[in-house]
Structure formats: C-alpha cells, structure tokens
C-alpha cells in the first residue's frame, strides 16, 4: 500500500494567531507603552528622529484594495522615524516574538512581541520603509486574497506604481517625506484607531480608541519625554503633531530632543554598542557623561521651553566578573544572549528640586525560566550598586 492509495487529511499543529495576540495584549499595558515600544524600536534600528501624529483627517475610499479596508480610512496614529527597514527587520516583524534581536543583547525592542501591543489600537497596522509598504490582517477579513496562513500582504509599490492604481489607499502615507511613488528613505507607521463598533465584533480586542485618547498619550509622553530619552543610543529628537481634516499639514504640539547634541553626546551615548563588542575584556568598563535636553509645548503661536540636565554614568560588568558569568552560562545554556550592563541617571538641573524623580537606574536584568534565586538577585543588585557608586565617584569630581 502506498501514500497514494489512501486518504492523507490535512492535520497539522497550528497556532491562533488571533489569540496569541490577545495573549500578548494581556501582558503589554496599553497607552502611552505603546508609544515607548515604537521609539525603542526605532531606537534599536540606529534611528536618530521619531515623529508621532494624530492624524484626522478621513481619507477616500473609491479605490482601496478592498471595499472591506474602507472602514479603516478614519483618523489614525501615524509614526515615523529615519531608519529603513532591512530584509531582516522585514522577516522579523511578521514573527510574534520571533525577534531578529535575540542573538543581539543590545537591542531592547527591535521588533519583539512588544511590537504587538499595537494592536491595542487597531487591526490592520500597516507600514512603509524603503520600496514596501506592508500591511498585516490577523484576522484574515479586511484584505483581498487573504489566509490564516499568510495573514498579510507586502507590496512592492515602487515599479507597480501602486499608488497610481490605489490613490486612496496609499494616499494615507503621503507624510513625513514619503511620496509612494520612489522608495522611502524611512519608516512611516499607520494604526487606524479601533472605533466602537469596529471593537464590537474585533477578534483581538475590544477595546476602542479615540482621538482623545492618542492626545492624552502624547500629553503623558511629554510629561516623561526627557525620561525617554535617557538611556536610548540612537534618538535625538521625539515630536508630537496632529494634522486637522482639509490642512496640508500637521502641527507640531509638543517636541523633546537632546539640546545641541555633538559627536562626543553620540559616542558616549552608543557605549553599549562598542563595549558589547568586546565582552571578553577583564576590565569592569565604565563612561561618564552629561546630556542637555530641551522640551516644547506649542499652543496656538504660543510656545512653552524647559530644559533639564542629567550625569549619565554606564557600566559594564567584565566577562570574568560575577555577573558576566551569568551573562555567559545565560547564553550557553538558554541560548539567551545578555550583557551586564547598567546606567543611572541623575537631574543637575538647577530646578532640579521640581523634578519628581531626580535618580533613574536601568539595568540589564537577566530572564530565566526559574524565579531567580536570593544568590541570583545579589547578582543584580552587584551591577546596580556599583553604577550607584559611580555616580558618586564620578560627582565628586
């Protein structure tokens, strides 16, 4: 008897896609992290600029990939940073939790499971970076041609000339520099927001969002924008706008950047790219710098400054060290690849007592499947007291 003289049914193992992103909802907050997972992504991909927009207006629906896609033409959150996507990231960012970043300790995002809690606000994300413009349905209900297989469609639209054939569609990601007609030299995101009915029967979460709610997610934001800005490598500049229906552009609201940053602000602050690098030094690394940052809050033609100064001391544990151990038997055993790393931060400012917060400390805590143990916690207790001794030493200078 061969394979071909009985009946072979189809019955593979198969994940719920809808669920599993449910599952990741559940352990991302939704708000403002949704906009920190986007910036430390865009960090990660050596961005220096991130622009977040609340876009308004109501786009066209006459020719759209699919009459289903007409209802996601609304107001959306739109994200933009500098950086353009590789093959990699492509391959990346269509993997729940199948990050390229796993065989790479410093990248703290890059396209992660965190990416996923977009999803708070919307389903169908989509994006543009380079000649693509990709856009995901996990649902499998929106777009033409689609399957719980392949939950998606990437688009080459450059020679197709897409947005000729698809004005409507593509038009939304006319901004920020892209004009779908010559490849992007960037990355622009769209999130429609996931309005009350479309929540109502949304397999992934029942959750809406209004325009109110991105605005309160920007106003948070700047609240904490300089805080954001502290331990990223790459980002200079975040800035906020809101683009009104039938204006030809947005408005900046809010902005907060690093203030006259150098090429000496740039090394210091992408210490952990060179040091991780060199993991197998015997010598405790440690760098010491100061960042200027600069912070707006435009209303009308009024605008509102404030600036803030922090002391940066980073360190890195040796390979031989304690800690660098564990860093070493993690990726060995667990193939999980970490660094000991830690930095703190503290407000010189002279206004420094209106801060609510003058120290911040972050530190590369290391995962395992087990609680970890006293002995483990005083591993990681050994890098935060020591960058905490730094800064000390460091100060007193």
Known sequence: MTSDSILLEDF??????????????????????????????????????????????????????????????????????????????FVSISRIGGSSKHGQAWKTGRFGVGFNSVYHLTDLPSFVSGKYVVLFDPQGVFLPNISHANPGKRIEYVSSSAITVYSDQFFPYCAFGCDMKSPFHGTLFRFPLRNADQAASSQLSKQAYSEDDVFSMFSQLYEEGVFSLLFLKSIISIEMYVWDDAVPLPRKMYSCSINSATDDTIWHRQALLRLSKS??????????????????????????????????????????????????????????????????AACISDDASNVICNIFVTVALLPHPTPPTTAKLHKYMHIILLACWSVGAYGRN
């Not at 599993?20 to 600029?49: C, F, H, M, W």
């Not at 404030?306 to 060995?332: D, E, H, L, P, Y």
């Open 12 to 89: 593979g193992q198969k994940v719920d896609l809808t669920r599993r992103i449910r599952e990741v909802l559940l352990n991302y907050p939704e708000g403002i992290t949704v906009l920190k997972e986007l910036i430390q992504n865009a960090d990660d991909a050596s961005a220096t600029k991130v622009c977040l927009c609340l876009d308004r207006r109501v786009h066209g629906t006459e020719s759209l990939l699919s009459p289903k896609v007409a209802q996601w033409q609304g107001p959306a959150l739109l994200a933009y940073n500098n950086a353009v996507f590789t093959e990699d990231d």
């Open 279 to 344: 993991t197998n030094s015997t010598d405790c690394e440690m760098d010491a710098f100061r960042l200027d940052f600069l912070s707006e809050a435009v209303t009308g033609n009024q605008s509102e400054k404030r600036s803030a100064t922090f002391f940066m001391v980073q360190t890195m544990a040796s390979a031989t060290s304690r800690i660098g151990s564990f860093a070493a038997a993690a990726s060995k055993d667990f193939e999980i690849h970490l660094l000991p790393w830690a930095s703190v």
